[in-house]
């Protein structure tokens, strides 16, 4: 873990209110492990004050985040310039646990709600170089929400996409379409489920996960100041006692939370 | 090279730069991130008797150049600490300065005297921010309440006692008066200020406990003042805290009073600050030809 002034290398908006940014982190690139996260300065004045959670969304050599444009920070964030450079803390947390694997044993199924692909892309590259078969379902509100379909796809061939409104993919939520590919593919197979998504879904995901008796790992996202378990704002409720989504996550065992 | 020693109580410090109670973890969270020897002295994350489980989420959230908390001292409590994490503070080399808060003053006492025991902490800073069981309010806002805590852990331990004053009060000189009467060492000031934010269109209270505690850069100039009306008025030393962000603002506490000063929310924003305060002091006091950083304490006539 470090922090560091780094220079960004491009920010583009990729869609409506998406944008990607790399930055030259060759150190967070070399040491940063699917589902970490960075904490990013999106000013070097005190406004807005607190650094900015973003998942590591991708590595090769930089760093690249995908983000969302929610507030201020992000609003910021999304008019720098190729040049401009910023502070990065990272790499922070516990990311996603990667199985170990005997004959293609177990299968992995990805599931990313909305903004919530950003750290699964990284995770699905690492999944498919350990040979791990890798299923990635994407949901969104609507087609041109949609996030990293070719991202997953180039990692992948196994992509299916849901909208709720039924634009682009199948219709409903990525539940919905959970089952579904639950049913068509049936595996003899252990399966570990990796999801990241707001918070209705992750819920959502996880009972199916432990009706089926699935391993889930599920990333969180909490307000968080620090970042380094230090402020303590970011408790999270474990059968194990309150851990920090920060240190011990973001992310968890589902069967680990009191949801 | 200017001289940057202070002395709190019977600490000898570096420098006058403290990492501030819950800002600072249990200092390992920072080993990589600043040189903890580089620091005047660590105040480690408020203690209790016994482990607490904190404040419902949310328990941060942002305001204008500031942030509330409301942690709730969310902490394993004694036993863990001295078995957990006085190990690694001890072989530190910085001075360790142990927070405590308690229910009621037995626990002070209890806590210190455990505290006292172990040499490698150099102080204990009383977080008296905290419900006073005899009547309404904190012990923090009653002279009466904070003289008899003071006492009770002065009776304990020969350590360095920092009381640390809470600003939502009426009048602080009084509150520092009776701190300073019972045998503290020095005083800290300030802990955050009460507040509040609400999310209009969840209609919904921004913390988990409604209300919670300001700090940051906001807080300063009400800090400020706070520090100075009291070291004018009493005679032990008077820590500074509230809103400092980097050298300058370390420097104008000092100015108005303060021997030393402690640096909080902004290990936040940036984890290598306290040692970028302190190189800043010592470049300021080199640029304007002062020998030693005392000359600079509650001075404010001017530069001739
Ligand atoms: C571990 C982690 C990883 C994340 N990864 C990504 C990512 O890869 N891409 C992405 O777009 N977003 C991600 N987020 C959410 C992102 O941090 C917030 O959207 C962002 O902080 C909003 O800042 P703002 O100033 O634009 O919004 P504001 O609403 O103005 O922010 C106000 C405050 O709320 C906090 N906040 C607001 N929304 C969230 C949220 N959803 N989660 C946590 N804190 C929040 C901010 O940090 C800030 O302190 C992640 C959050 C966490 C905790
Ligand atoms: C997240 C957080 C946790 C804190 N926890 C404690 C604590 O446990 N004990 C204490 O005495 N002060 C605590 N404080 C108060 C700080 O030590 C300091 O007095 C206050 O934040 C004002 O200084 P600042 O503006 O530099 O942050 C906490 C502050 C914050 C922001």
């Given at each position: 873990m470090k922090d560091t002034r780094v220079k960004v290398l491009s920010n583009k908006k990729i869609s409506h209110v998406y944008y990607k940014m790399a930055l030259d982190a060759p150190y967070i690139a070399r040491t940063a492990k699917p589902g970490q996260f960075v904490q990013i300065r999106c000013n070097d004045s005190f406004e807005p004050l607190l650094r900015r959670p973003f998942s590591v969304h991708r590595v090769n050599g930089n760093i690249e985040i995908l983000y969302e444009t929610v507030g201020s920070g992000t609003e910021i964030l999304s008019n720098k310039k190729e040049g401009d450079k910023i502070n990065i803390l990272g790499p922070l947390g516990n990311g996603f646990t990667l199985p170990r694997t005997t004959n293609g044993e177990p299968r992995a199924i990805i599931i990313a709600g909305g903004i919530g692909a950003a750290p699964?892309?990284?995770?699905?590259?690492e999944l498919t170089k350990k040979k791990i078969k890798t299923i990635v379902l994407i949901g969104a509100k609507t087609k041109n929400l949609i996030l990293c379909e070719k991202d997953f796809k180039k990692a992948t061939p196994e992509v299916y996409v849901s909208t709720d409104d039924g634009t682009y993919g199948s219709q409903g939520f990525v539940s919905?379409?959970?089952?579904?590919?639950?049913?068509?593919?049936?595996?003899?197979?252990?399966?570990?489920?990796?999801?990241?998504?707001?918070?209705?879904?992750?819920?959502?995901?996880?009972?199916?996960?432990?009706?089926?008796?699935?391993?889930?790992?599920?990333?969180?996202?909490?307000?968080?100041?620090?970042?380094?378990?230090?402020?303590?704002?970011c408790a999270v409720k474990t059968k194990s006692g309150t851990k920090l989504a920060c240190e011990d996550g973001p992310v968890f065992n589902a069967s680990e939370l009191i949801w | 090279?200017?001289?940057?020693?202070?002395?709190?109580?019977?600490?000898?410090?570096?420098?006058?730069?403290?990492?501030?109670?819950g800002t600072f973890g249990y200092a390992k969270e920072f080993e990589k991130l600043v040189n903890l020897k580089h620091i005047g002295a660590i105040i480690t994350k408020t203690i209790t008797l016994n482990p607490r489980q904190g404040n419902p989420m949310p328990r941060i959230c942002e305001t204008s150049a500031g942030i509330l908390n409301a942690i709730g001292l969310q902490n394993e409590g004694i036993d863990n600490f001295l078995k957990e994490k006085i190990p690694y503070l001890s072989k530190i080399g910085t001075p360790i300065i142990v927070s405590i808060s308690g229910n009621n003053i037995d626990e002070f006492f209890i806590l210190a005297r455990r505290?006292?025991?172990?040499?490698?902490?150099?102080?204990?800073?009383?977080?008296?921010?905290?419900?006073?069981i005899n009547c309404e309010g904190l012990v923090a806002q009653d002279t009466k309440e904070t003289h008899e805590v003071v006492k009770a852990v002065r009776k304990i331990t020969d350590k360095t006692i920092i009381t640390k004053l809470s600003p939502n009060v009426t009048d602080i000189v009084k509150i520092a008066r009776a701190a300073e009467n019972a045998g503290s060492d020095a005083v800290s000031l300030v802990n955050t200020f009460f507040g509040m934010a609400i999310d209009i269109n969840t209609r919904k209270p921004k913390l988990g406990n409604i209300t919670g505690g300001l700090s940051g850069p906001c807080i300063k100039p009400i800090a400020l003042r706070m520090v100075y009306e009291v070291s004018k008025n009493i005679d032990i030393p008077v820590i500074g805290i509230g809103g400092i962000m980097n050298a300058n603002d370390a420097i104008e506490f000092m100015m108005a009073g303060a021997a030393a000063i402690q640096v909080g929310t902004a290990n936040f924003i940036e984890p290598g600050v306290c040692d970028k305060i302190v190189k800043g002091i010592e470049e300021y006091l080199k640029k304007h030809k002062i020998e030693k950083i005392e000359d600079i304490a509650g001075n404010l006539d001017g530069n001739n």
């Open positions: 699964l892309v990284y995770l699905a590259e919905k379409l959970f089952h579904k590919i639950l049913k068509t593919t049936e595996s003899k197979f252990e399966t570990i489920v990796y999801v990241c998504g707001p918070h209705g879904m992750l819920k959502c995901i996880a009972d199916i996960c432990q009706e089926r008796k699935f391993k889930c790992q599920v990333s969180l996202e909490e307000k968080m100041a620090c970042g380094i378990g230090v402020c303590l704002g | 090279m200017a001289k940057l020693e202070v002395k709190i109580g019977k600490i000898k410090l570096k420098n006058p730069v403290m990492a501030a109670s505290l006292d025991k172990i040499k490698s902490i150099s102080g204990i800073e009383l977080n008296i921010s905290c419900p006073n």
